[in-house]
């Protein structure tokens, strides 16, 4: 077909990857229950894994936004937009699960450990959770379903099945 088959490139590749221990972590260290925060070193260090997490993801977000999507060329406009969307939202609700988490973190730091406003912050916070598994979810089967398409998409980013070149 003469299409030509763009790799990401090692940073790019590096940053999506490292991302899912990074998220990894952050989900296996989470916080069971409020009253945990009284804890004033978990507290810091929590505050502090957001930060990071929140300064990591402006990076790639700024470095993967000026980088071409592996979708081939003649691929239809509804499905650029919906993978737009997906990768989009994807940055939008981890930003929102970091923010959320200073807010909970903050309202803590001042005093505020009952109340509406932190109950409220708590429930965005886990709500935004539940709705980066569905995107994950959803991006996941979207590449799966690239590699069976055999378009090189799945290529481009992921180290492992690869396609082999006729
Ligand atoms: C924590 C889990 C994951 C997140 C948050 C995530 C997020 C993203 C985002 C935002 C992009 C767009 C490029 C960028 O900004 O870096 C992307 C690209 C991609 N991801 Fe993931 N990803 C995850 C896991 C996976 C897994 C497990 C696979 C495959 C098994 C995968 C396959 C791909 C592929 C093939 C692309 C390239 C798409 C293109 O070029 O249009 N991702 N991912
Ligand atoms: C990027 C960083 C963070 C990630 C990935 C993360 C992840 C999570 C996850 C996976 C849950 C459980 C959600 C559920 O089961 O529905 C949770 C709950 C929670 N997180 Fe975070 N979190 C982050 C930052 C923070 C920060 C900075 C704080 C506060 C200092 C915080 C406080 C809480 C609280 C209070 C809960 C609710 C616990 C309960 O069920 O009562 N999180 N977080």
């Known amino acids: 077909m003469g299409q030509k088959r763009l790799q990401h490139s090692f940073l790019g590749k590096s940053l999506h990857w490292f991302f899912v221990p990074l998220f990894g972590y952050g989900v296996f260290k989470q916080i069971e229950n409020k009253e945990q925060l009284n804890d004033l070193g978990l507290l810091i260090s929590e505050m502090l894994f ?90 996941i089967l979207a590449a799966i379903y690239h590699r069976i398409q055999h378009d090189f998409v799945w290529s481009s980013m992921v180290p492992f099945f690869k396609e082999k070149v006729k």
């Open 50 to 139: 957001a930060v990071a997490f929140l300064l990591f993801l402006m990076f790639r977000f700024i470095y993967m936004k000026r980088r071409k999507t592996a979708l081939p060329s003649e691929t239809s406009k509804i499905q650029l937009i919906a993978a737009k969307l997906v990768h989009t939202s994807m940055y939008f609700v981890l930003t929102g699960i970091a923010i959320s988490g200073l807010g909970i973190g903050t309202l803590f730091w001042l005093g505020y450990k009952d109340g509406l406003l932190l109950e409220t912050i708590i429930w965005v916070h886990e709500l935004l959770f539940s709705t980066i598994l569905w995107l994950i979810s959803i991006h």
